[in-house]
């Protein structure tokens, strides 16, 4: 067993209890914007920080100076799609790069439903080894069968979707296998990720904004559910998240979840009655306004913590992930002021 949890912040504020403070941790919070990260990528390739829990663990842990409330897991969306049959790389400039888009029910068919421990044990080593040396919650996470699909079969990122939508649309039927496949996967991979030791999970749906509230209600949130329900019964918080879901957010809490992510597109005070005070939600700063003079990026995090007015059940973050340039001197600034801010709040 690792060091006593010093501080359970985030878990508290998740299951909507009293907590000293507002608990803080941005998406993509161990990255590129960290001097100490650069330096090990001259060394390393991102799959190989994935694939070797030595590393994993040192990239976790590099944010945790900066005193954010939780880590999040080194890895990346995409690993589950390797062992499925379905190799990528990450190209200079360009992001994941798959090198056989799918284009035909043969390849569909093709893709095998593993274990966890087939091809992703790695990520289960080192949610182990991070849990031994750390003192805040960890965070798992897994990429959500949408967002999973897109990739495979745009063969990287997209900006219309067009022929993913085109398979939902022109063949419903080899969609849903394709889904149901990813859905089955990711409901694995997140129990063995909580079998290891994570103290809760994400579902990030990256692109699910992509979809109007139809075509998600029927052609994705069953799959969603598939692993949502299951998920939630492992008793640890489940955060749900998707950008772009300002039509979305009911059809994406009845999908499941015990957190509601909010991006920053929809006011959190407006996002947060409309999922319901019920639920918890996380969020929700524009990832640049971190950019902005600090002044302002303290001035719109109050706005923030001022929409959630305290109320038991709020987790600040970013509306999605921190960018690469990001100055970290804000990022602590931020995390400062929140910290501050809310304890006094609640003083």
């Known amino acids: 067993m690792g060091p006593p949890m010093k501080n359970d912040c985030f878990l508290r504020a998740c299951r909507r209890e009293p907590v000293p403070h507002t608990p803080v941790w941005m998406m993509r919070q161990a990255g590129r914007y960290m001097a100490e990260y650069r330096k090990l ?26 005193g954010v409330d939780a880590a999040i897991l080194f890895a ?10 379905a190799p990528f790389e990450f190209a200079k400039g360009e992001g994941p790069v798959v090198h056989t888009p799918i284009a035909s029910r043969a390849q569909i068919d093709a893709l095998r439903v593993i274990e966890p421990g087939e091809g992703l044990g790695y990520v289960m080593d080192a949610i182990r080894l991070i849990k031994k040396e750390i003192d805040v919650p960890l965070i798992g996470f897994a990429g959500a069968p949408f967002t999973l699909a897109s990739y495979l079969v745009e063969g990287g990122k997209s900006a219309h979707f067009v022929k993913t939508k085109r398979l939902m649309y022109e063949d419903p039927e080899s ?21 290891a030791g994570a103290d809760a999970v994400q ?7 992509q979809l109007s509230p139809d075509d998600y209600r029927e052609l994705v949130a069953p799959h969603v559910r598939h692993i949502l329900a299951d998920v939630q019964k492992a008793g640890v918080p489940v955060i749900h ?12 809490r009845d999908a499941g979840g015990t957190v509601i992510g909010l991006d920053w597109r929809t ?10 005070y019920n639920y918890a939600v996380q969020g929700n700063l524009d990832p640049t306004v971190l950019f902005a003079p600090r002044k302002v990026a303290l001035d719109r995090a109050k706005r923030v913590l001022d929409a959630a007015e305290g109320r038991p059940g709020h987790v600040f973050n970013l509306g999605h992930g921190i960018l690469p340039e990001t100055p970290v001197e804000t990022v602590q600034a931020v995390i400062d002021f929140v910290h501050e801010t809310s304890a006094s709040g609640r003083a």
Not at 41 to 64: F, G, I, N, Y
Not at 175 to 195: D, G, P, T, Y
């Open 241 to 252: 998240f998707g950008t772009g879901t300002a039509t979305l957010l009911e059809l994406q």
């Open 175 to 195: 969609w849903n296998l394709l889904m149901s496949k990813l859905a089955e996967v990711v409901r694995r991979f997140l129990h063995a990720q909580i079998e």
């Open 41 to 66: 990528r001259e060394k390393h390739s991102m799959l190989d920080l994935c694939k070797t829990p030595e590393l994993a663990l040192e990239v976790t842990k590099q944010p945790l100076r900066l």
């Open 267 to 276: 006011p959190l005070a407006e996002g947060w009655k409309r999922v319901g």
């Open 76 to 85: 990346d969306i995409l690993l589950p799609i390797e062992p499925m049959g």
């Open 203 to 209: 579902l990030f749906d990256s692109w699910i904004g």
